[in-house]
C-alpha cells in the first residue's frame, strides 16, 4: 500500500511537468505565430515553403535553381487580375471570416463518392493564402489543423486587401514562376498592371494546376476554364474593399 502511494506521489509531479511544459510550447507557438503574422501585415514574404521545395525538386532533376517573383502593390495590380482570382478561386471573398462551409461540404461529398480518384478542393483564397505563406507543401490533418489556425490569424490581422495583395504575389503560377506579375511578364510580355480580362482569366483558369497547365498552350478545357472565369467576373459586381 505504501508503495503506491510512492508510485502515485512520484508520479504526479512527472505529469505536471509534462503539462506545464506543453502549455510552455503553446504558449511560445502562439506567441511566434502572432508575431510572425503581424509581421507580414506590413513586411512582403521573402520567400515560401513551396518555392524552396520546387527548388530541391529541381536539384534532383539536375536543374538549377529558379525563382521569378516581382513583388507588386496592391492597387498597382490590374483590377482583372483581381476579379479574374476572386470569380475563379472564392467568389465569397469578402463576405466569409476565411472558410466556405459550402464549398467545404461539397469537397467533402464528392472526394468520399466511390470511385472519385481526382481529389476536389474546398479553399478559399484566404486559406490558400495562410498555406503558401506560412506552411508547407501536402497533404495531412495536422498541416490542415495549421491551415485552420493560419487562416484565422490572417482574417483577425490582415485586411481583405492585404490577404488577396500576398496572395497574387506568392501563388505559383508556373515552373519556378510565382506571382502575377512574373507570369505577365512571362505569359503576355506586360506588366500585370495592363492585363485584360481575357488575359486574367486565362491565367486564372490555371490557378490549380500551374506546372500542367499554360496559358500559352491553353487546352479545350482551360479555354472553357476561362470562358467561365469571364462570366463571373461580370456577374461579381464591383470588388468594395
Known amino acids: ?30 506567441v511566434f505565430s502572432l508575431v510572425w503574422v503581424l509581421a507580414y501585415r506590413f ?11 520546387r527548388n530541391w525538386e529541381r536539384k534532383a532533376d539536375g536543374k538549377p535553381a ?33 472558410f466556405d462551409l459550402n464549398a467545404i ?7 468520399n463518392k466511390s470511385g472519385k480518384k481526382k481529389v476536389k478542393g474546398g479553399s478559399t483564397i484566404s486559406q490558400q493564402t495562410a498555406k503558401n505563406v506560412f506552411l508547407w507543401p501536402g497533404r495531412s490533418y495536422v498541416r490542415k489543423a495549421f491551415e485552420a489556425y493560419f487562416t484565422l490569424l490572417i482574417e483577425v490581422l490582415w485586411s481583405k486587401e492585404r490577404i488577396l495583395e500576398v496572395y497574387l504575389n506568392v501563388i505559383e503560377m508556373g515552373d519556378g514562376i510565382y506571382g502575377a506579375e512574373a507570369a505577365a511578364q512571362k505569359y503576355y510580355g506586360h506588366s500585370c498592371m495592363k492585363m485584360s480580362r481575357a488575359e486574367a482569366a486565362l491565367l486564372a483558369a490555371c490557378f490549380p494546376n500551374p506546372l500542367r497547365w499554360n496559358p500559352n498552350k491553353a487546352t479545350r478545357y482551360i479555354k472553357h476554364r476561362q470562358y467561365l472565369i469571364m462570366r463571373n467576373m461580370r456577374l461579381l459586381g464591383p470588388l468594395d474593399f
Do not use: C
Request: avoid cysteine; charge should be positive.
Open 1 to 30: 500500500m505504501a508503495r503506491k502511494q510512492t508510485k502515485s506521489k512520484a508520479k504526479k509531479p512527472l505529469f505536471k511537468r509534462i503539462a506545464i511544459v506543453a502549455g510552455k510550447i503553446l504558449l511560445w507557438f502562439f
Open 43 to 53: 513586411i512582403n514574404p521573402p520567400i515560401t515553403f513551396l518555392m524552396v521545395q
Open 66 to 98: 529558379k525563382i521569378k517573383k516581382q513583388w507588386v502593390k496592391f492597387e498597382d495590380i490590374s483590377d482583372n487580375m483581381k476579379r479574374a482570382a476572386v470569380s475563379s478561386e472564392d467568389q465569397l471573398f469578402l463576405q466569409h471570416m476565411g
Open 105 to 111: 461540404e461539397k469537397a467533402y461529398k464528392n472526394n
